[in-house]
T-cell receptor
Framework: GAGVSQSPSNKVTEKGKDVELRCDPI?????LYWYRQSLGQGLEFLIY????????KSGLPSDRFSAERTGGSVSTLTIQRTQQEDSAVYLC??????????????FGPGTRLTVL | DAKTTQPNSMESNEEEPVHLPCNHS???????IHWYRQLPSQGPEYVIH???SNVNNRMASLAIAEDRKSSTLILHRATLRDAAVYYC???????????FGTGTRLTIIP
């Protein structure tokens, strides 16, 4: 079946511009996660959605970052007034409820963001 | 958050077994041990997970120490496609997000 998809695969923007990154999770998965990975680093948790519950935003690095999940499916991560330090690969993952699959996360291929 | 410690890098010859160690001395009784790997230019992929007993699946085996303070991911016969960064992660009960460390970069020598 279809995995997690993300678009665009690459995004180059100028400092100060806003960007939107999209994630389509696996159908039926109730949980959705955003991570980012800077060059040569491990993954950094950003935000987590679970069903209709309030999202866990504890990993968002600043108020320039926000995310939405519409209809419990597609999610958009928005970065306003981008800075060069925002350059990274942004990864999305989805998972079934823990009682179904012990919360194994399935990752998309990521969006490589470059801020000039 | 409970932490894990892994070697930064390891090398192994193709077609030989690989044992990737992970220390997690502060693990709590309800933490699951997960392993993910990240191939070059790809998102991470799930490898295996366990709680107390050793686990086997089509990709690997997971050996968990009796005191649960360490575990070992075993690739039974390494191929070039197994070259990746391997992450050992503790998942706290009720906390769905994963905390990735820097992992072990595994190089397979032909």
């Amino acid at each position: 079946g279809a995995g997690v998809s993300q678009s665009p695969s690459n995004k180059v923007t100028e400092k100060g511009k806003d960007v939107e990154l999209r994630c389509d999770p696996i159908s039926g998965h109730t949980a959705l996660y955003w991570y980012r990975q800077s060059l040569g680093q491990g993954l950094e948790f950003l935000i987590y959605f679970q069903g209709n519950s309030a999202p866990d935003k504890s990993g968002l690095p600043s108020d320039r970052f926000s995310a939405e999940r519409t209809g419990g499916s597609v999610s958009t991560l928005t970065i306003q007034r981008t800075q060069q330090e925002d350059s990274a690969v942004y990864l999305c993952a989805s998972s079934s409820p823990m009682w179904v699959d012990t919360d194994t996360q399935y990752f998309g291929p990521g969006t490589r963001l470059t801020v000039l | 958050d409970a932490k894990t410690t892994q070697p930064n890098s390891m090398e192994s010859n193709e077609e030989e077994p690989v044992h990737l160690p992970c220390n997690h001395s502060t693990i709590s009784g309800t933490d699951y041990i997960h392993w993910y790997r990240q191939l070059p230019s790809q998102g991470p992929e799930y490898v295996i997970h366990g709680l107390t007993s050793n686990v086997n699946n089509r990709m690997a085996s997971l050996a968990i120490a009796e005191d649960r303070k360490s575990s070992t991911l075993i690739l039974h016969r390494a191929t070039l496609r197994d070259a990746a960064v391997y992450y050992c992660i503790l998942q706290e009960e009720g906390n769905e997000k994963l905390t990735f460390g820097t992992g072990t970069r595994l190089t397979i020598i032909p």
